[in-house]
Protein backbone atom coordinates (compact mmCIF):
# COMPACT_ATOMS: atom_id res chain seq x y z
CA UNK A 1 0.00 0.00 0.00
CA UNK A 2 2.98 2.20 0.81
CA UNK A 3 4.49 1.69 -2.12
CA UNK A 4 1.15 1.99 -4.22
CA UNK A 5 0.53 5.49 -2.50
CA UNK A 6 3.93 6.98 -3.28
CA UNK A 7 3.31 5.51 -6.67
CA UNK A 8 0.69 7.71 -6.82
CA UNK A 9 1.82 10.70 -5.27
CA UNK A 10 5.45 10.67 -8.20
CA UNK A 11 2.60 10.78 -10.87
CA UNK A 12 0.33 13.46 -9.06
CA UNK A 13 3.43 15.33 -8.93
CA UNK A 14 4.68 14.56 -12.20
CA UNK A 15 1.52 15.31 -13.62
CA UNK A 16 1.22 18.52 -12.10
CA UNK A 17 4.52 19.45 -12.74
CA UNK A 18 3.23 19.24 -16.55
CA UNK A 19 0.39 21.38 -16.04
CA UNK A 20 2.99 23.55 -14.95
CA UNK A 21 5.41 23.57 -17.99
CA UNK A 22 2.61 23.03 -20.21
CA UNK A 23 1.01 26.68 -18.58
CA UNK A 24 4.30 28.49 -18.71
CA UNK A 25 4.90 27.51 -22.65
CA UNK A 26 1.09 28.30 -23.78
CA UNK A 27 1.95 30.38 -26.55
CA UNK A 28 0.38 33.52 -26.98
CA UNK A 29 -2.24 34.30 -30.67
CA UNK A 30 -1.87 37.97 -31.86
CA UNK A 31 -5.60 39.23 -32.31
CA UNK A 32 -5.56 41.62 -35.62
CA UNK A 33 -8.58 43.55 -36.38
CA UNK A 34 -8.96 44.15 -40.22
CA UNK A 35 -11.92 46.80 -41.60
CA UNK A 36 -12.03 46.41 -45.59
CA UNK A 37 -13.93 49.01 -47.81
CA UNK A 38 -14.55 49.79 -50.88
CA UNK A 39 -14.04 53.20 -52.86
CA UNK A 40 -16.91 54.37 -51.68
CA UNK A 41 -16.34 53.51 -47.96
CA UNK A 42 -18.40 50.25 -48.23
CA UNK A 43 -17.50 47.69 -45.95
CA UNK A 44 -16.44 44.57 -47.65
CA UNK A 45 -17.94 41.40 -47.08
CA UNK A 46 -17.45 37.74 -47.63
CA UNK A 47 -13.84 37.34 -47.58
CA UNK A 48 -11.71 34.23 -46.51
CA UNK A 49 -7.94 33.81 -44.36
CA UNK A 50 -7.05 33.14 -48.13
CA UNK A 51 -7.53 36.69 -49.27
CA UNK A 52 -5.23 38.48 -46.66
CA UNK A 53 -1.57 38.54 -46.35
CA UNK A 54 0.12 39.28 -42.63
CA UNK A 55 3.74 39.59 -41.96
CA UNK A 56 5.28 40.16 -39.18
CA UNK A 57 8.46 42.60 -38.91
CA UNK A 58 8.30 41.54 -42.28
CA UNK A 59 7.80 37.56 -42.06
CA UNK A 60 4.86 35.69 -42.99
CA UNK A 61 2.20 34.24 -41.35
CA UNK A 62 0.09 31.81 -41.86
CA UNK A 63 -3.37 33.40 -40.54
CA UNK A 64 -6.93 32.15 -39.04
CA UNK A 65 -9.95 34.04 -39.80
CA UNK A 66 -12.93 35.43 -37.47
CA UNK A 67 -15.88 37.69 -38.13
CA UNK A 68 -18.98 38.61 -36.42
CA UNK A 69 -21.16 36.05 -37.94
CA UNK A 70 -19.67 32.86 -36.96
CA UNK A 71 -19.57 34.21 -32.96
CA UNK A 72 -15.91 35.85 -32.25
CA UNK A 73 -15.05 36.36 -28.85
CA UNK A 74 -17.33 38.98 -26.76
CA UNK A 75 -15.96 42.94 -26.43
CA UNK A 76 -14.65 44.65 -23.74
CA UNK A 77 -15.63 48.01 -24.35
CA UNK A 78 -13.53 50.98 -21.95
CA UNK A 79 -15.39 54.25 -22.72
CA UNK A 80 -13.51 56.91 -21.82
CA UNK A 81 -15.38 60.76 -21.72
CA UNK A 82 -13.63 64.20 -21.47
CA UNK A 83 -15.20 66.06 -18.49
CA UNK A 84 -13.27 69.03 -18.25
CA UNK A 85 -15.19 72.30 -18.12
CA UNK A 86 -14.34 73.55 -21.62
CA UNK A 87 -16.02 70.27 -22.88
CA UNK A 88 -19.29 71.29 -21.14
CA UNK A 89 -21.34 71.81 -24.10
CA UNK A 90 -20.36 68.77 -26.09
CA UNK A 91 -21.26 66.79 -22.27
CA UNK A 92 -24.74 67.90 -22.67
CA UNK A 93 -24.85 65.51 -25.96
CA UNK A 94 -22.85 62.71 -24.85
CA UNK A 95 -25.54 61.66 -21.72
CA UNK A 96 -27.87 60.82 -24.54
CA UNK A 97 -25.82 57.79 -25.61
CA UNK A 98 -25.59 55.43 -22.66
CA UNK A 99 -28.22 53.58 -23.98
CA UNK A 100 -27.30 53.08 -27.41
CA UNK A 101 -23.72 50.88 -25.89
CA UNK A 102 -25.50 47.85 -25.04
CA UNK A 103 -27.53 47.31 -28.37
CA UNK A 104 -25.40 48.58 -30.80
CA UNK A 105 -21.87 48.37 -29.40
CA UNK A 106 -20.85 45.65 -27.11
CA UNK A 107 -23.71 43.02 -27.92
CA UNK A 108 -25.80 40.71 -25.31
CA UNK A 109 -22.05 38.65 -24.11
CA UNK A 110 -19.96 42.09 -23.99
CA UNK A 111 -19.34 44.46 -21.30
CA UNK A 112 -18.44 48.12 -20.78
CA UNK A 113 -16.67 50.00 -18.17
CA UNK A 114 -16.71 53.94 -17.91
CA UNK A 115 -13.88 56.11 -17.26
CA UNK A 116 -13.70 60.12 -17.06
CA UNK A 117 -10.58 63.02 -17.29
CA UNK A 118 -10.31 66.09 -16.77
CA UNK A 119 -6.79 67.15 -14.57
CA UNK A 120 -7.57 63.77 -13.01
CA UNK A 121 -8.44 60.46 -14.29
CA UNK A 122 -11.72 58.70 -12.77
CA UNK A 123 -13.45 55.58 -12.78
CA UNK A 124 -17.20 55.61 -12.38
CA UNK A 125 -18.04 52.14 -13.60
CA UNK A 126 -16.21 48.87 -13.95
CA UNK A 127 -17.16 46.27 -16.66
CA UNK A 128 -20.91 45.50 -16.77
CA UNK A 129 -23.40 44.33 -19.54
CA UNK A 130 -26.11 45.94 -17.57
CA UNK A 131 -28.08 48.75 -20.08
CA UNK A 132 -29.48 50.35 -17.03
CA UNK A 133 -26.20 50.76 -15.27
CA UNK A 134 -24.17 51.45 -18.33
CA UNK A 135 -26.86 54.47 -19.05
CA UNK A 136 -27.10 55.99 -15.52
CA UNK A 137 -23.37 56.37 -15.33
CA UNK A 138 -23.13 57.90 -18.54
CA UNK A 139 -26.49 60.17 -18.55
CA UNK A 140 -24.62 61.66 -14.72
CA UNK A 141 -21.63 62.77 -15.26
CA UNK A 142 -20.88 66.66 -14.66
CA UNK A 143 -17.92 68.84 -16.19
CA UNK A 144 -15.25 69.24 -13.53
CA UNK A 145 -15.09 73.10 -13.10
CA UNK A 146 -12.12 74.83 -11.62
CA UNK A 147 -9.08 76.68 -12.90
CA UNK A 148 -7.15 73.73 -13.37
CA UNK A 149 -10.00 71.21 -14.42
CA UNK A 150 -11.38 73.26 -16.76
CA UNK A 151 -8.68 73.70 -19.37
CA UNK A 152 -6.74 70.45 -18.75
CA UNK A 153 -8.30 67.01 -20.01
CA UNK A 154 -5.25 64.06 -19.34
CA UNK A 155 -6.68 61.63 -22.64
CA UNK A 156 -3.27 59.81 -22.81
CA UNK A 157 -2.78 58.95 -18.74
CA UNK A 158 -6.61 57.62 -19.31
CA UNK A 159 -5.66 55.30 -22.36
CA UNK A 160 -2.83 53.70 -20.54
CA UNK A 161 -5.12 53.45 -16.74
CA UNK A 162 -7.87 51.97 -19.38
CA UNK A 163 -5.20 49.54 -21.24
CA UNK A 164 -3.75 48.30 -18.18
CA UNK A 165 -7.18 47.66 -16.82
CA UNK A 166 -8.24 45.56 -19.92
CA UNK A 167 -5.26 43.52 -19.77
CA UNK A 168 -6.32 40.57 -18.05
CA UNK A 169 -9.92 40.77 -20.27
CA UNK A 170 -10.87 37.53 -22.52
CA UNK A 171 -11.73 38.88 -26.26
CA UNK A 172 -11.37 41.88 -27.95
CA UNK A 173 -10.39 44.87 -26.11
CA UNK A 174 -11.72 48.41 -27.62
CA UNK A 175 -11.34 51.57 -26.18
CA UNK A 176 -13.91 54.57 -27.40
CA UNK A 177 -12.51 57.90 -26.67
CA UNK A 178 -15.01 61.03 -26.62
CA UNK A 179 -13.44 64.26 -26.37
CA UNK A 180 -11.34 66.47 -27.78
CA UNK A 181 -8.65 65.46 -30.72
CA UNK A 182 -5.96 66.43 -28.69
CA UNK A 183 -4.20 65.64 -25.06
CA UNK A 184 -4.04 68.45 -22.37
CA UNK A 185 -1.74 68.12 -19.70
CA UNK A 186 -1.08 64.02 -19.13
CA UNK A 187 2.00 63.00 -17.50
CA UNK A 188 2.25 60.16 -20.44
CA UNK A 189 3.80 61.06 -23.64
CA UNK A 190 2.12 60.14 -26.93
CA UNK A 191 4.77 56.94 -27.64
CA UNK A 192 4.22 55.68 -24.37
CA UNK A 193 0.20 55.57 -24.60
CA UNK A 194 0.41 53.79 -28.40
CA UNK A 195 2.86 51.38 -26.68
CA UNK A 196 0.13 50.66 -24.01
CA UNK A 197 -2.65 50.20 -26.31
CA UNK A 198 -0.42 48.35 -28.57
CA UNK A 199 0.40 45.90 -25.48
CA UNK A 200 -2.57 45.08 -24.74
CA UNK A 201 -4.14 44.66 -28.19
CA UNK A 202 -6.31 47.60 -27.71
CA UNK A 203 -8.46 49.27 -30.70
CA UNK A 204 -9.10 52.62 -30.57
CA UNK A 205 -11.89 54.61 -31.66
CA UNK A 206 -12.63 58.19 -31.41
CA UNK A 207 -15.29 60.60 -31.34
CA UNK A 208 -13.87 64.44 -31.61
CA UNK A 209 -14.83 67.71 -31.12
CA UNK A 210 -13.42 70.99 -31.13
CA UNK A 211 -14.06 72.60 -28.08
CA UNK A 212 -12.02 75.94 -29.31
CA UNK A 213 -12.98 75.37 -32.73
CA UNK A 214 -9.98 74.59 -33.77
CA UNK A 215 -9.93 72.19 -36.62
CA UNK A 216 -7.14 70.03 -36.31
CA UNK A 217 -6.66 67.63 -39.50
CA UNK A 218 -4.17 65.31 -40.84
CA UNK A 219 -3.66 64.80 -44.57
CA UNK A 220 -3.66 61.16 -45.69
CA UNK A 221 -0.28 61.44 -47.09
CA UNK A 222 1.08 62.79 -43.79
CA UNK A 223 0.22 59.46 -42.09
CA UNK A 224 3.09 56.75 -41.55
CA UNK A 225 3.70 54.13 -43.35
CA UNK A 226 2.43 50.40 -42.37
CA UNK A 227 6.12 49.12 -42.88
CA UNK A 228 9.53 49.94 -43.12
CA UNK A 229 9.83 52.88 -40.33
CA UNK A 230 9.88 53.41 -37.08
CA UNK A 231 5.75 54.90 -36.95
CA UNK A 232 5.92 55.64 -32.89
CA UNK A 233 8.78 58.04 -33.97
CA UNK A 234 6.80 59.20 -37.49
CA UNK A 235 3.65 59.98 -34.90
CA UNK A 236 5.21 62.18 -32.64
CA UNK A 237 7.37 64.39 -35.30
CA UNK A 238 4.04 64.97 -37.12
CA UNK A 239 2.32 65.86 -33.51
CA UNK A 240 5.56 68.55 -33.05
CA UNK A 241 4.51 69.76 -36.20
CA UNK A 242 0.85 70.64 -35.78
CA UNK A 243 -0.14 67.55 -38.61
CA UNK A 244 -0.99 64.83 -36.20
CA UNK A 245 -3.68 64.99 -33.20
CA UNK A 246 -3.50 62.48 -30.22
CA UNK A 247 -7.18 60.57 -30.98
CA UNK A 248 -5.82 60.09 -34.28
CA UNK A 249 -2.59 58.56 -33.47
CA UNK A 250 -4.06 56.23 -31.36
CA UNK A 251 -6.84 55.27 -34.03
CA UNK A 252 -4.22 54.75 -36.67
CA UNK A 253 -2.30 52.85 -34.66
CA UNK A 254 -4.43 50.37 -33.78
CA UNK A 255 -7.01 50.08 -36.77
CA UNK A 256 -9.78 51.86 -35.27
CA UNK A 257 -11.20 55.03 -36.53
CA UNK A 258 -11.86 58.55 -35.61
CA UNK A 259 -15.60 60.16 -35.89
CA UNK A 260 -15.99 63.78 -35.32
CA UNK A 261 -18.99 65.45 -34.19
CA UNK A 262 -20.69 69.07 -33.49
CA UNK A 263 -24.49 68.24 -33.01
CA UNK A 264 -26.25 66.00 -30.72
CA UNK A 265 -27.12 63.85 -33.72
CA UNK A 266 -23.23 63.98 -34.71
CA UNK A 267 -22.26 61.63 -31.42
CA UNK A 268 -25.47 59.61 -31.99
CA UNK A 269 -23.60 58.40 -35.35
CA UNK A 270 -20.73 58.17 -33.85
CA UNK A 271 -21.89 55.28 -31.86
CA UNK A 272 -23.86 54.01 -34.47
CA UNK A 273 -20.60 54.07 -36.75
CA UNK A 274 -18.55 52.64 -33.95
CA UNK A 275 -21.37 49.42 -34.29
CA UNK A 276 -20.95 48.45 -37.48
CA UNK A 277 -17.17 48.99 -37.46
CA UNK A 278 -16.61 46.46 -34.54
CA UNK A 279 -19.10 44.24 -36.04
CA UNK A 280 -18.10 44.48 -39.59
CA UNK A 281 -14.50 43.68 -39.05
CA UNK A 282 -12.04 40.34 -40.15
CA UNK A 283 -10.29 39.34 -36.94
CA UNK A 284 -7.07 37.47 -38.09
CA UNK A 285 -4.94 35.94 -35.73
CA UNK A 286 -1.82 34.69 -35.79
CA UNK A 287 0.67 32.54 -32.97
CA UNK A 288 3.35 34.77 -31.80
CA UNK A 289 6.51 33.00 -32.59
CA UNK A 290 8.06 31.14 -29.64
CA UNK A 291 11.49 32.79 -30.57
CA UNK A 292 10.36 35.93 -30.55
CA UNK A 293 12.24 38.94 -29.83
CA UNK A 294 11.13 41.16 -27.17
CA UNK A 295 9.32 44.41 -28.24
CA UNK A 296 7.35 45.85 -30.54
CA UNK A 297 6.85 44.01 -33.49
CA UNK A 298 5.24 45.90 -37.12
CA UNK A 299 2.00 44.26 -38.12
CA UNK A 300 1.29 44.37 -41.84
CA UNK A 301 -2.27 43.19 -43.27
CA UNK A 302 -2.56 43.49 -47.17
CA UNK A 303 -4.82 41.98 -49.63
CA UNK A 304 -2.19 41.23 -52.90
CA UNK A 305 -5.12 40.62 -54.86
CA UNK A 306 -7.43 43.40 -54.01
CA UNK A 307 -5.78 46.53 -55.18
CA UNK A 308 -9.75 48.47 -55.16
CA UNK A 309 -9.91 48.22 -51.42
CA UNK A 310 -8.88 50.02 -48.11
CA UNK A 311 -7.44 48.20 -45.26
CA UNK A 312 -7.68 49.71 -41.66
CA UNK A 313 -5.79 47.41 -39.30
CA UNK A 314 -3.33 47.19 -36.05
CA UNK A 315 -0.03 48.65 -36.62
CA UNK A 316 1.75 46.28 -34.10
CA UNK A 317 2.11 44.12 -31.51
CA UNK A 318 3.86 43.58 -28.25
CA UNK A 319 5.95 40.80 -27.36
CA UNK A 320 7.03 40.35 -23.93
Not at 20 to 34: A, D, G, L, Y
Request: charged fraction near 25%; aromatic fraction near 6%.
Amino acid sequence: MKLLLACFAVALAYSMAAQERSFKTEIRVVQVPVTVTDAKGANVDGLKARDFQVTDDGAMRETALDTFGTGMAPISLVIAIQTSGISKPALSKVRRIGGMIVPLVIGRRGEAALVTFDDEVNWHLNFTGNTDAIQKAVRGLESTEGPRASMQARMLDAVIDASDLMKERRGRRVLMLISESKDRGSHAHLEQAVQAVERQGVEVFAATYSASGTTWIADPDDLPPPSGTDYLAVFTELFRLGKMNHALALTQATGGRDYSFLRERGIEKAIEALGVDVHSQYILSFPQQKDAAKGMHEIEVSMPNRKDVRIRARRAYWAD
